[in-house]
Each structure stands twice: as C-alpha cells, then as structure tokens.
C-alpha cells in the first residue's frame, strides 16, 4: 500500500523560504495526482497546491498563488512544495495526499486516498 512521507519543516522568519517534499513508499506516485495541504489549530484543513499526473497541471489556493510552487520528480518518486515569502499565517502542519486519478486537473478537495503524517511549518519573528 502507498505511503506518503513529508520532510522539510522547520521553523522560519517572515519573508523566508522553505522547501517540503513527500517521497513515497510501498508503491509508486506515478499513477497519482498529489496534493499539498495544511491545517493550524482552531482553522479547517485547507487544500494549498495539486499537481496532476500526466502534464503537470498544477492549482492553488488564493492564498499562496505567486508564493508556492508544487512540484514533482517521477524519477525519485517525490513531490515538492517550495514556498518563498513565508508570513505568519503560513504557519500550519502540511500534509501531502495522493489520488489514484488521471485527469488534466486537480482538485484540492479533501478526500484524497493517501495521506501523510504531516511535517510542521513555523513562521515567525
């Protein structure tokens, strides 16, 4: 069965930049559309980035249009969040999802197949 892991978290000021990335185990994300998500306490689980399959297409929230780029790397089995002029309100624990789905869009809808334990994110002064 496909497992998710997300690394890259950390602590960071206003205006910096981190980079999360979810590598997958037990099977391959090849066959999956992936999608970053995050949630901060006492707030709803809030869809971030997607990106499909085949072509790349990715989508994002408002929020971080401009700001986060998703990505990935079918070679090492990996997707990628680069996020760049981290604010406060970044502040969440992230989480990669996968769904077995071949589409030329991706929704960031929450009911994903596959989900990782999450990896924190902290922006502030």
């Known amino acids: 069965q496909l497992q998710l892991l997300e690394s890259g978290g950390g602590l960071v000021e206003p205006g910096g930049s981190l980079r999360l990335s979810c590598t997958a185990s037990?099977?391959?994300?090849?066959?999956?559309?992936v999608a970053w998500f995050r949630q901060a306490p006492g707030k709803e689980r809030e869809g971030v980035a997607c990106i499909t399959r085949v072509g790349y297409i990715t989508n994002y929230a408002d929020s971080v249009k401009g700001r986060f780029t998703i990505s990935r790397d079918n070679a090492r089995d990996t997707v990628y969040l680069q996020m760049n002029s981290l604010k406060p309100d970044d502040t969440a624990v992230y989480y990669c999802?996968?769904?077995?789905?071949?589409?030329?869009?991706?929704?960031?809808?929450?009911?994903?197949?596959?989900w990782g334990q999450g990896t924190q994110v902290t922006v502030s002064p």
């Open positions: 999802a996968a769904e077995q789905i071949n589409l030329p869009r991706c929704m960031l809808h929450d009911r994903y197949d596959t």
């Open positions: 037990g099977s391959t994300l090849v066959y999956h559309a």
